[in-house]
């Protein structure tokens, strides 16, 4: 930290950086040095030599050229075809989203106050709304930080419901959000892994029911899976797990649903999953927003960690306003007596998703997931034509994100995706090292943005890769 004796200047970008304006401040709350605010960290932790970092760039114009400089570095999907995906996915994104996402009454990553509210709060609400109904469930949280806070926290919810300390997670979960739920449970809850069956890559009811106990208060599973699979038992694990007195929770794409029966269907008591795909662009750490969504029942509402607004009459007849429900369950109005702390949302994507399903509306949804079913499916058929390639190895329907196996080409994933790169072509996810047990495996992923070239053109791509590896390793 610079003192007032060091600062020389007003800094452009901190706030009341002005030495006789901090004085003022000082003044003004009783304190005598800046360092007088920081009195309750031990001083065993505080950093008391001068931190290394570059000189500040004072000139906007020469930080501007020093960002882009940077950031010049930088590819993106849009230099490429990517055929990427594995929880952030190239769908996309109509115009209408970003202009309604760019209005200064909502331009905020975070979820806004009443005192600026200009329509954010009924847009959230008309939002939660929109996925209520996609969702086929009542109830909607303004989105939290992504899909694996998403998760976590509705893991942590039925433990709080039930009362009991152990959750089971399916093992064909996307890695991710595994380890974020393992990380958010410890060490109030226990994670346990249910296998899934090595045949047909889906959640393996056997071990299901040799691991479900009396101190089970949860199991997660994803509908598609990581593998891209649709588990297909997913009232038979809703069974399994409401005879035990546990509670069901589904990860979800909600692009899926235009097609897919919804989690409620098949007996989930809560689902969560990202918007992400819902008319938001890949960002780099950015562009994630989860959901949870549930019935509307007192015992899951009152457990719910972050927001949700609802609409109400107000003190003028005939008047209605939107805002908060139940805000004392909340971090926000009980702070450190909370049941659980969450801080950052992700409102200003829960906006965009909401533009996103009204544009669409319910046969948009259908037409689209059709699309991406067949896109995929097209191209799985073509790759699966290669010379020692093996598509979806497991069989069963898959949702835009299939298996390609080449242990027949005795080449490794990461250098044929290398070599893909070098043609313009960004390949599958390599699984090898999360799961060594399928081999040299990738994950593909096909949108409705991929065309028949594109298709065709990863195609020959691999051929190529293929063929050039080998001829590379014979001599």
Not at 72 to 85: A, C, D, I, W
Request: hydrophobic share 40%.
């Amino acid at each position: 930290m610079i003192s007032m004796k060091e600062r020389k200047f007003t800094h452009p970008y901190i706030p009341n950086s002005y030495p006789e304006v901090q004085k003022q401040m000082m003044d003004e709350i009783g304190i005598d040095s800046i360092y007088d605010l920081f009195s309750e960290i031990p001083e065993e932790l505080r950093f008391k030599g001068k931190m290394e970092i570059p000189e500040p760039i004072l000139s906007e114009a020469s930080l501007v050229r020093h960002m882009e400089k940077i950031l010049s570095r930088n590819q993106t999907v849009n230099e490429f075809v990517s055929f990427l995906g594995a929880g952030c996915y190239q769908h996309y994104v109509p115009a209408i989203c970003d202009e309604i996402a760019s209005r200064s009454e909502f331009l905020t990553a975070y979820a806004g106050e009443p005192y600026e509210d200009h329509g954010r709060f009924q847009a959230l609400f008309e939002y939660q709304s929109m996925m209520g109904e996609l969702l086929d469930m009542d109830v909607c949280n303004v989105p939290t930080y992504d899909w694996c806070q998403a998760a976590a926290t509705a893991l942590r919810m039925a433990g709080r419901i039930t009362g009991r300390k152990k959750v089971l997670v399916s093992k064909n979960v996307n890695p991710q959000r595994l380890s974020a739920i393992e990380n958010y449970c410890y060490p109030v809850m226990e994670v346990i892994l249910v296998d899934y069956c090595s045949e047909t890559g889906c959640l393996n009811l056997s071990d299901l029911e040799e691991k479900i106990a009396c101190d089970v208060g949860a199991i997660y599973f994803e509908n598609p899976n990581y593998f891209g699979l649709i588990e297909t038992s997913g009232q038979r694990v809703a069974d399994i797990v409401h005879a035990n007195g546990s509670l069901l929770v589904v990860g979800v794409d909600p692009i899926t649903l235009g097609v897919l029966a919804p989690p409620s269907q098949y007996g989930a008591d809560i689902a969560v999953g990202d918007v992400q795909t819902l008319g938001i662009h890949m960002n780099y750490g950015g562009g994630m927003a989860g959901f949870i969504a549930s019935q509307d029942r007192e015992e899951f509402v009152a457990e719910y960690p972050s927001r949700l607004f609802g609409i109400a009459h107000t003190e003028v007849p005939g008047e209605w306003g939107f805002g908060d429900v139940f805000y004392d369950r909340t971090s926000f109005a009980k702070r450190e007596e909370g049941k659980e702390f969450v801080g950052t949302a992700a409102a200003l994507w829960g906006i965009t998703a909401g533009v996103y399903l009204a544009l669409m509306g319910p046969y948009g949804m259908e037409e689209i997931g059709k699309t991406v079913m067949q896109k995929s499916l097209y191209a799985a058929k073509e790759i699966g034509k290669l010379k020692g390639v093996r598509v979806n190895d497991f069989g069963g329907c898959f949702f835009k994100e299939f298996l390609v196996n080449f242990d027949g080409t005795g080449l490794a994933v990461r250098d044929i995706n290398e070599s893909l790169r070098e043609k313009g072509i960004l390949g599958g996810k390599d699984l090898s090292l999360e799961f060594p047990e399928l081999g040299e495996t990738a994950l593909y992923c096909v949108t409705e943005v991929h065309t028949e070239e594109d298709i065709l053109a990863l195609c020959r791509g691999l051929d190529q890769a293929i063929q050039e590896l080998k001829e590379v390793g014979s001599k």
